[in-house]
């Protein structure tokens, strides 16, 4: 079974502060998603990386892919009120990339 | 883009009662999938479909856990009979069938059994 360890689980912080969050596993995926959720909604999706050292951007958010393609991180800079909500990676298997493997989540608290 | 339509929101029932889940699929996506959340084991894949046929459904837990979709349209997950346990919000989520499409989730349903 391919499992998706995220850390740290749960992160509070000030408006302004950087943080990055971890998606780790012992399985190789053939690409990794990252999802944020907010309360009574379904994930959103951020972004897909593919390629083992992939660094994509997306405004103040920076995610890379893990040379191995065993994990991945993301990156917030700056980070605003609107950024609080549940991060979850994602990871597809090379079998079926649809059938994504989610991560246990980090709950990011970003007070103004 | 309506996007993927859940029914209903909330749902509260007692245990052994049969509780229906349905799930309206955004226009022209070919898969859809069950997943359940909790805070202990996070969001899980239940089953999913491919162009109306099942797939997967090794995540469904018991055979109490059936789940349906007779057209590209609407699918419905049941639970029959209810348990505590079974408590959980309930997302389906559809994707275009093609290289690396993301899924688009409802806004999930949450299921009280008492």
């Known amino acids: 079974t391919q499992l998706l360890e995220q850390s740290p689980q749960f992160l509070s912080i000030q408006e302004g502060e950087n943080l990055t969050v971890y998606c780790n596993s012992s399985?190789?995926?053939?690409?990794l998603q990252w999802y944020r959720q907010e309360p009574g909604e379904g994930p959103v999706l951020l972004v897909t990386?593919?390629?083992?050292?992939e660094v994509k951007k997306l405004k103040r958010l920076t995610f890379q892919f893990g040379d191995a393609r065993k994990d991945s991180s993301l990156h917030i800079t700056a980070a605003q009120p609107g950024d609080t909500g549940l991060y979850l990676c994602?990871?597809?298997?090379?079998?079926?990339?649809?059938?994504?493997?989610f991560g246990t989540g980090t709950r990011l608290l970003v007070s103004p | 883009d309506a996007g993927v339509i859940q029914s209903p929101r909330h749902e509260v029932t007692e245990m052994g009662q049969e509780v229906t889940l349905r799930c309206k699929p955004i226009?022209?996506?070919?898969?859809l999938f069950w997943y359940r959340q909790t805070m202990m084991r996070g969001l899980e894949l239940l089953i999913y479909?491919?162009?109306?046929?099942?797939?997967?459904d090794s995540g469904m837990p018991e055979d109490r856990f059936s789940a349906k979709m007779p057209n590209a349209s609407f699918s419905t997950l049941k639970i029959q009979p209810s348990e505590p346990r079974d408590s959980a919000v309930y997302f389906c989520?559809?994707?275009?069938?093609?290289?690396?499409?993301?899924?688009?989730f409802g806004n999930g349903t949450r299921l009280t059994v008492t």
């Open positions: 989520a559809s994707s275009i069938h093609q290289g690396r499409s993301p899924l688009h």
């Open positions: 399985s190789v995926f053939s690409s």
């Open positions: 990386v593919v390629t083992g050292g």
């Open positions: 994602a990871g597809g298997s090379s079998t079926g990339f649809q059938k994504l493997v």
């Open positions: 226009s022209g996506h070919n898969s």
């Open positions: 479909f491919n162009n109306n046929v099942p797939i997967d």
